[in-house]
């Protein structure tokens, strides 16, 4: 009799250890499954798409270069109070093509005189502040634009530099 019960027991023992390898190796199948699968979703996640034409890159305008055309000094006088006022201003423009600086040549009458009269109009102590030096200079920008596209066709003017800003 010791003899059955000590075989029933090593039969009850040998079934739990291999049902435990049973698990385990369908544990680690399991696990195997979930790197592999997870792995894929991250590797196709992190690399976007692929199709060339998907890929919206911007490059960046390639700018033509600079070109100055610098103006003769402009000096407007206003009366603030019972004293007189003096305003002295250099500027430059600037385009991006150099066909304009013979068409700002030719035009520099007309130029010379709508800068004159529009500096005239300014109010003096507008013009004190470094903003109000800024409103001034984008002003004159949009107005010379609109005049020389009246004149000419096309404005040609990106910006006004001040080169000089002087009151007294």
Do not use: C
């Amino acid at each position: 009799m010791a003899n059955e019960k000590e075989l029933a027991m090593d039969e009850q023992s040998k079934e739990p250890s291999s049902r435990g390898k049973a698990k385990w190796i369908i544990l680690a199948v399991l696990a195997g499954i979930l790197l592999v699968g997870g792995g894929t979703v991250a590797v196709f996640m992190l690399k976007g798409k692929s199709d060339p034409e998907a890929v919206d890159v911007e490059v960046p305008e390639q700018r033509a270069p600079a070109h100055y055309f610098t103006l003769k000094p402009f000096v407007s006088n206003y009366r603030v109070g019972n004293r007189q006022r003096y305003l002295q201003v250099e500027m430059t423009f600037v385009t991006r093509d150099e066909r304009n600086l013979a068409l700002f040549e030719e035009q520099m009458p007309m130029i010379r005189n709508d800068i004159v009269t529009f500096l005239s109009r300014q109010e003096f102590d507008e013009l004190r502040e470094p903003e109000g030096r800024d409103v001034l200079r984008q002003n004159l920008v949009e107005t010379m634009q609109v005049r020389l596209e009246e004149e000419t066709g096309e404005t040609g003017l990106e910006d006004i530099l001040f080169t000089a800003f002087v009151m007294q």
